[in-house]
């Protein structure tokens, strides 16, 4: 007989350890699912004791910092792997920060990617609905007016009607 190894808390050959479990050596392999302390690996099983990865389970899009290179642009600059977390993300010591002091209600200090500088532009003032007329007042900001009843949706397919789109009969 042998023991699988089931807790990292207990030294492999300490029989005495309650996380062991004794295995007959003809008996089918135990699975016992542990964690290995990686936030990216989603599956994780006891075997000759230690815990292992099925390397099939990443759930993560990077494990070190070259895993993010190739994404980030100027204005966040290059990605780091939060490895906690198991993500690119933007690290913001480097990012661009743009100051919001001199933001306006129709003009917003904006980092632009393409260029990796703050510049002044208006703000996208968009609610996503086809029945609205989506403007900026420079004295109060966005503004979503209803379009009136029976106007056109935007997509052609139905029309406004108490600012939502209903669809053609």
Do not use: R, W
């Amino acid at each position: 007989m042998f023991a699988e190894f089931i807790g990292k808390s207990c030294p492999p050959n300490d029989l005495n350890c309650s996380a062991y479990v004794l295995i007959p050596p003809d008996s089918e392999p135990l699975t016992v699912s542990c964690d290995d302390g990686d936030a990216c690996t989603g599956s994780s099983a006891c075997a000759q004791g230690k815990c292992v990865t099925d390397p099939t389970a990443l759930l993560c899009g990077c494990k070190s910092d070259t895993d993010c290179a190739k994404y980030g642009h100027p204005c966040t600059g290059p990605l780091v792997c939060d490895t906690t977390k198991g993500f690119c993300a933007v690290d913001a010591k480097v990012a661009i920060k743009c100051d919001a002091t001199s933001n306006k209600p129709c003009l917003k200090n904006t980092c632009v990617p393409t260029l990796g500088k703050c510049l002044m532009l208006p703000p996208l003032c968009a609610d996503g609905n086809q029945c609205t007329a989506d403007t900026c007042d420079p004295a109060s900001g966005c503004k979503f007016a209803a379009m009136p009843d029976g106007a056109a949706c935007l997509d052609g397919k139905g029309a406004c009607a108490a600012g939502k789109c209903a669809a053609k009969p």
